[in-house]
């Protein structure tokens, strides 16, 4: 089918046509060559396209990026799509779709070599099926073309059979190469099988099944928690063989089971020599409380006292990890500085407060609240207390003046598009918003020397150097320290303030010219100046010991993070610290509130005074259960819920210096307990004509809620719903809420899948139910990982394969020689344009030599040899007739009179009165006319000439 | 500006402008022409005593005007292109294939009108090419690029508004991939943005949906409930008003039943009732309103797949116990020819297609209380406690290949083997004589948990009905499959591996035969997020920013060469024609 894209081109058909008239060429055949050349031109403009069978199609390479990919798979797969790009021909196009977890689109179907592969794609998962999704929408649907998938064919998530039925049903066949691990030597859990929940005291079984190449001594250990409870060596034999475990299950909560295997030869994934497995424990969870004194706390002591089941732990002991804090009803902090939290380990905490239903408590201390660094943290907004400095409330003026390391590699990033720079001018920014209008604050950025960015002045006058502030940006070198001490200690020299401090923000790598700093922070001490610093890195870094000794010889405290996040909240922390408003520490009495009674029933007697207390306040909608006697009226007990959880803050200090006469009282246990018990709440089960049912499957976690189907009407108002933490160690738990749905009359189910190494706890929120919060759940390993019967990859995609009608890609060039025939639109435009370029060269021939209408006359004048014999003889008209396209037309110029035959060749015929029945010579004009018009012809070339 | 060449083998046609020069040098046509004859006297003569003499080739204007000529159609035929600053930009089309664009509003669906608004846009501004991106479940390339509106409307031929969901953002996402920051995106849907606010310069959202009221079917099931099948109907309003709507169910050939329903605001109305599992097809329709798609629903009857089981014990009372227990789980078939279970007491060949399940009770007998290893995670003993069992066996230990599943310490009391078919063989260790497993109720868990394992690996659908946009598993033996869908399509799978997920595409229902048998699923429009039509809006978001930076883009340059060409060639037809050019 013929078709013409542009055909406003045809336009120019009538111009054409028209200089074709008015200006003849001087033979009719030529200007039937001339009239094919514009045509052939004008076609070619429009576009003129004819509908053809073509192989031309698209290829999309599906490149699998996992980690179970070998470590030069990267390589291999640019050689093939280097490979593929120099065969392929004008019309095809090449796509690549990368992928991991996520099958993210590299390069859209073009025409152009790849560049290289540059997108994240989360190497803990084989998303194939997802990928091949994405290569097929990259191929027309009316389009030819095969997607090449380069992988183990180790594939995770959703079984690829379905993008290959859908493949097979467009048309589009999926070829492989199979690029592997060696597998021979692979040791690997198999599967790791333990009761997903268990009653206290029952006895289990784990049962962990390892498949071995050949036959081998290999150890193996199993830990509950941190705890080694069994660990040995056996000698296993090739193929299967079974671990089993026996355990006694404790207290109530969740129990992490971890098993590993060493020792074994070559094996090329270690990855999945370790397994875990979670085992919840039903019944009434205990409560942690994480101090410094561990077991030995007051609190623990006067809480068992109150009867109440409580586990202590330092901080340290605490890893903060969902399925840690699964373990326990309620976590109490009893003045634990955030700074030993952690900002994950506080996400993580707020998070689980709010989504299953847990509590939380904090008791105050000097490192409690503000002063411990929780102002401006995670945790903040789940807190019924703010922990703002009040200005009403300051008693004395503060000058600060802050010295940031600007060196070259506060340049690196920090997330989020920052750099460390930015979090430490952010970090500055909360010291001015901290501090009074009557503070005083300056700034110097430092480098191989101090830059002044804000002259010391008070808070007020300096606040419009934020954006200044804001704007201090990383410029090389490494920070001086002495310089920065000297030029810091010449500003806050000439502070009005009562307090004076300097806050040293270094990076605890790269600290320089360290040695001279005693004298200078010595001279400071005896100014009755404080220096803090502020350390980017860890404790184990090069310079942290010369930081530490800083702050300690400057009296002030040393905070390290190698978490740039924190760095904000650190600056905020070492604020209160030095502006010693937030702690009262006083002997203050409190009264209990009616908002008591909320939490729990009244001691018999009046509390007596608190030894002192974080001074905040309390935040709208919280309920107040103690309040201070002294002229602040500050909250002693506030509580609220926070989503589903309970959060409790006891403002006093549980256990220590400033307990006061509380700890002496006859009833604080009991006092203690009341809090502790309204924060870990007490869990109902659901109704019986409800069960829930929680299932790992093909790694996908599946919540089924089912029914009594004889039930009169369905037990709630509105759809229950799922709330979600996905929590991996070391990082805030990401949350998710998924609605159950009614799959089918009398039960109700939701999936939810679970991620590589992640945990997923899940909270089922039925309304009018409590939540329930369900056993935490985990994979054993990442699934990229799991050990494969041989052959299983490249089973599952020949499996592809043969549904789609692909193959097992060995020469990968031939790939476009096997792409689908279809028809499509192909442009005529270079053959046209080629032929115009023909037509005209033939017409400048015939013009120029006469050879064409020579060569053409030749045959007819075989058939009449004696045309030519004859000098004057008229040919018949008949045997003429068909040179009449070549020769040149009758003019209506009079003709010359007859010649004889020429000597000189007869290009294009006999002449012009040769060919055509010439008009009688000057029939209707007499001599005299031929020769005025032949006067008027030279007279005009002459003027030309001219 | 470096210009480039599509077809750069169009090169060798240069060959034409030394074949013109060989023309002007080789052949000097004594030419014809008329001269007056005042002048043929003045004509020169030189003198033959002079001898040779040198002439300078004279060239003249038309050489090189053809020169030029053949020169620029050589280049046009090889496609140049460059890159150049362009005021128009290509456009990328992303449409909403979503069925809420079926709701008509007026007398026209909210596609058609987005299709005339695409029509006008095109006729107002056409594009220099376009691509048209289709966002059903997952986004989908609609053709290769096109540039005039006649090729665009074939195109949209293919957007029938059948998608249970559309995936607007991953389609943008892929239109921005294709387009490089370059192309302009337009959205053509039925509902504002999630944001109410286009940020990109290079995007346009149009609505042409409307707040309209819809009553909609939105869950249906039919499942088995012993001799019953229990069904699910739920039927929602949409509508900020109550609404009352008549609902029709026809089960089978029996009269349709027809209740009226009145619904309140935003209500989701869910009907349970039972029907004999011998009504061959459910049908349930709502009154008409203005999404048609999501007002009927068919459910076919569920699979209710059977295991025929040969029992072949030699022992009287194991046989019976055995043959009681398989009929108390009904997953048992009335015939046992052919058999898919064997169940006996020795290794003898079952049958190309049977499973196995040997009842050994040989040898040395032990009876164990306890505790038992169950690997609770296999589908064998799913729900299996043995709290209370004594289970007497044969000490012995498992077999090369067997996978135990119970085992009372070391001794495997139940375990699996697969062969190269892909057919299980299962080994009890049992003996029944000094047991109390089979009074337990862990026996018949057990035989429903094997016979369950059993149903779901014979090939066959997996289920009866579907939603609509998501896949049917059938398992096949490896034969070739051939789908009907509702609309008359058929899709031949020559070969299938053992498992295929069939995709709908389209509500209705789904014909599947494999090798001599026909089966029959129902997909249904069941969407509520889609038929809730409350959200629904015309007009339009963003706007394509008319910035006057420098785009670049690759533009074939044939027309200008080509026109160059044509206006050479008028030229030199004028010369030629009235014969003024110097030769």
Redesign the interface.
Known sequence: MLTA?QPV?FL?LI??AT??V?????ARGLKWL?AV??LL??L??AQLALKLPDRAGTVVVVADRSESMPLDADASQKEIIRLLYRSMG?RDQLGIVSFGRDAV?EQ?PQHTEFGGFTARVGPDHSSLNDAI??G????????GGRILVLSDGKWTGK?P??A???A??RGVAVDYRLITRPQVSDVAFQ?F?A?QSVQPGQ?F?L?AWIVSPITQDLQYQLRRGDEIISSGAKNFAA??T?L?F?DRAGRAGVNEYTVTIQGAKDDPVPENNTARVLVGVEGSKPVLVVSSAREDSGLVKLLRGGLLDVVGRTPGQCNWSLEDLSRYSAVILENVPAGQVGMSGMETLASWVEQTGSGLALTGGQKSYGPGGYYKSPLERVLPVSMEMRREHRKLSVAVVVALDRSGSMSMPAGGGRIKMDLADLGTVQVLDLLSPMDEIGVFAVDTVAHEIVPLDTVERNRSYRSKILSIGSEGGGIYIYDALVASAGMIQTAHAQTRHIILFSDAADAEQSAHYEEIVAKLRDADVTVSVVGLGTEHDCDANMLKDLARRGGGDCYFSDNPDEIPRIFAQDTFTIARSTFVDQPTPFTLTAGYSLLGQSPASAPPSLGGYNLCYLRPEANLAAVTGDEYKAPVVASWNAGNGRVLCYLGEADGKFSGELAKWNQAGEFYATLARWTAGKHQPLPDDMFLLQEVRDGTCFVQLHLD?GRKA?PFSAMPRIKVLHGLPGAPPAKDTVSL??????LLEAAIPIVGRETVLNTVEVPGQQAVTLQPVCLPYSPEFAPDQPGRGAAALA??A??T?GKDRVEIPKIWNELPVKSRYVEL???L??L???A??LE??E?????VSKFVVRKPAALAPEENTGAGISPAPAARKPLSLLTRKPSS?PA?APTAKSE?PR?VAP??AAPAAPRPPASAESAFDA?RR??E??RS?TD?DR | VIPFLTYPLALIALASLPALAAIYILRNRFRRRQVSSLVLWSFHVPSKAGGAKVHRLQLPLLFFLELLVLLLLVVAATGPRWNRSESSRPLIVVLDDSFSLRAVNGDLPARDRARVFLEKLFHRQPPPSTRLILAGASPRLLGGTVKPWREVDQLLAQWTCWSPGSSLDSAITLAAELGKQQANILVLTDHPPAGEKISSPRLEWHAFGAPLENTAIVNASRTAFGDQDRCLLEVANFSAAAHTTRLAVLAGTNAPQVSLLSLGAHENRRLVFNIPAATPSLRATLEPDALAADNEIQLLPPIRKRVRVLVALTNGSSAALVNRTLEATDLRAAISDDPELVIHETDVAAGSNAWSLVLRADGATNAYTGPFIVDNSHPLAAGVSLDGAIWAAAGRTNAPGEIPVILAGNVPLLSVREDVAGRRHLDLNFNPGLSTLQNTPDWPVLFWNLLSWRVAELPGLRESNARLGTEVILKTAGEAVTITQPDGTQTVFPKTGGELALETPLPGVYSVTVGAITNHFSVNLLAANRSDLSACASGRWGQWSEDTRQRVEETSAVWIFGLFALGLLAAHLYLVASAKATT
């Open positions: 894209f081109w120019l111009p054409l200089a074709w008015v200006w003849p060429l001087p001339r050349v514009f031109v004008v070619a403009l004008p689109v859209s999704e994405s097929l929408s990259l191929i027309p649907a009316d389009g079984d059979a379905a290959s039925a859908r097979a049903g599967s099988l009761p006895a079984v049962s193929g299967l079974r089993m026996r189907p369905d749905a009614w799959k089918n009359a009398d499996q592809i043969t549904t009608g435009a270079p053959w344009l080629i115009a370029a023909m005209f060269l400048v021939l013009r120029r030599t006469g050879w110029a010359p000189s290009p002449g012009p020769l032949a006067r012809r030279a070339r030309k």
